[in-house]
């Protein structure tokens, strides 16, 4: 039996400045058939978009209107989520379902929560919903849900940029060519090669396993710490050296990669005693989540020196203000929240967020592992790779960010 009416709010970043765009780069992009773990595609019933499309932004709205709207429900899509008076505050008041990007994170903190009491559905486009309360949501029943491995590749694809850009320099090289300039010697002064380097990931999961996989061909030496280990043949396969604890990896690496989930756990691993373990001028990247990072011991470690450079495309919060001191520390490489949203990857949450919603709305039950919360209680993947509590403090920052157009 299908469900009441609903009210579906959903939260989506601004089209481009230019207006939503008419024409793409590329005509198609690839069909995959299935992840490298053998988990199956996202397989709704139907989608009404256009795969390679911009899905992500108020105007692509998942390509979820028609579905919903034809069944009868309501559908309310914005950009406005932060700050006194955003519409996210004024219609969540009465919603059943928010939908949600990591990228542009709606923060379901525990005020949020407690004003809407309907809600019973927090469906993340995409993977990561630390922006979500999950105490809150474990208290209230509601159920928390992401696409799980549907932009895993597309940031792992980022993390291997990022290694590459900081440790050869490339973003400086590039300013020089756009500035006129032939400064060789400028260019090569901090660029080295990766070959030979060693190069650690904090969590071995779909991301950090895809991130060390690619890695493996470029001759470097691999390192992991995760809360449980790799399969041995895993280990054998891409000569991984497993450690018990993140400070006796980092102790070693000259690069260390970041691919867990923020939870109460992992919130500022990286503050300034981790990072004081590090070899001077080592590299981070951080694609996880800003927050496992200690934002001021990140930038005080780049002007002493004691990284070489940092990068990645995740703050907190999101977006950040514009005096946050990563915007202007040295030697970063960092990008908006990106990497998990190319439009390669928005086809994929789109179509698993239009799988959640049939689910939901159908009565059936939705896929274990695109579960993080529950029946009140960690469930499918949310039980193996999160910890209960809640890591949305200080979200209210995101208020202070002002557009640049
Ligand atoms: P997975 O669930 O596949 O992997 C997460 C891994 O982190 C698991 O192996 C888990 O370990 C491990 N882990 C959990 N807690 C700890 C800890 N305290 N120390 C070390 N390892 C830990 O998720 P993905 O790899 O797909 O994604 C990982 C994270 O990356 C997401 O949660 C999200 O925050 C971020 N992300 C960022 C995106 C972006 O656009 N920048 C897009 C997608 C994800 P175990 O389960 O073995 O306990």
Avoid at 145 to 172: D, G, K, W
Avoid at 293 to 308: F, P, S, V
Avoid at 368 to 387: C, M, R
Wanted: charged share 25%.
């Amino acid at each position: 039996m299908s469900r009441e009416k609903l009210k579906v709010v959903c939260v989506l970043y601004d089209d481009p400045v230019e207006g939503y765009p008419k024409t793409y780069a590329r005509d198609s992009i690839p069909k995959l058939e299935k992840y490298p773990d053998g988990q199956t595609m996202p397989s709704p019933e139907n989608i009404d978009f256009t795969p390679g499309q911009l899905l992500g932004s108020v105007s692509g709205e998942l390509g979820l209107r028609k579905f919903l709207e034809e069944r009868g429900h309501t559908f309310i899509v914005t950009s406005s989520k932060d700050g006194d008076n955003s519409v996210l505050d004024k219609e969540i008041i009465d919603a059943d379902v928010v939908i949600s990007q990591p990228f542009f994170p709606a923060y379901l903190t525990a005020d949020r929560v407690a004003k809407s009491p309907k809600l019973k559905l927090a469906i993340t486009a995409g993977i990561g919903s630390d922006h979500v309360d999950l105490q809150s949501a474990i208290d209230r029943k509601i159920t928390v849900a992401e696409v799980t491995f549907c932009n895993s590749i597309s940031v792992s694809e980022h993390v291997v940029m990022m290694i590459l850009s900081l440790v050869r320099n490339y973003i400086p090289m590039y300013n020089w060519v756009v500035k006129g300039g032939w400064n060789i010697a400028d260019c090569i002064s901090r660029s080295y090669d990766l070959e030979g380097m060693q190069v650690g990931s904090v969590a071995s999961g779909r991301i950090g396993l895809a991130v060390l996989r690619r890695l493996h061909p470029f001759d470097v030496t691999l390192h992991y710490f995760d809360r449980h280990r790799l399969p041995n043949s895993v280990e054998k396969e891409l000569n991984l050296t497993f450690h018990d604890s993140v400070e006796s990896m980092v102790r070693v690496c000259d690069v260390v990669t970041i691919n867990c989930p923020l939870h109460p756990e992992t919130e500022h691993l990286f503050d300034e005693k981790m990072i004081g373990l590090m070899k001077r001028g080592s590299y981070i990247v951080n694609t996880a989540r800003g927050k496992i990072c200690d934002k001021d011991a990140i930038a005080n470690a780049l002007e002493t020196g004691q990284l070489a450079g940092y990068a990645g495309d995740v703050w907190f919060p999101q977006p950040p203000p514009q005096d946050h001191p990563w915007r202007s520390m040295p030697n970063h490489a960092m990008t908006p929240h990106t990497s998990g949203t190319s439009l390669s990857a928005q086809a994929r949450y789109a179509a698993g967020v239009r799988e959640i919603l049939e689910c939901y709305l159908d009565n059936k039950p939705i896929r274990d592992e695109y579960l993080i919360v529950d029946g009140g209680a960690l469930a499918g993947t949310g039980k193996h790779s999160y910890s209960e509590g809640s890591a949305t403090s200080g979200s209210e920052e995101a208020a202070k960010f002002k557009k640049i157009n």
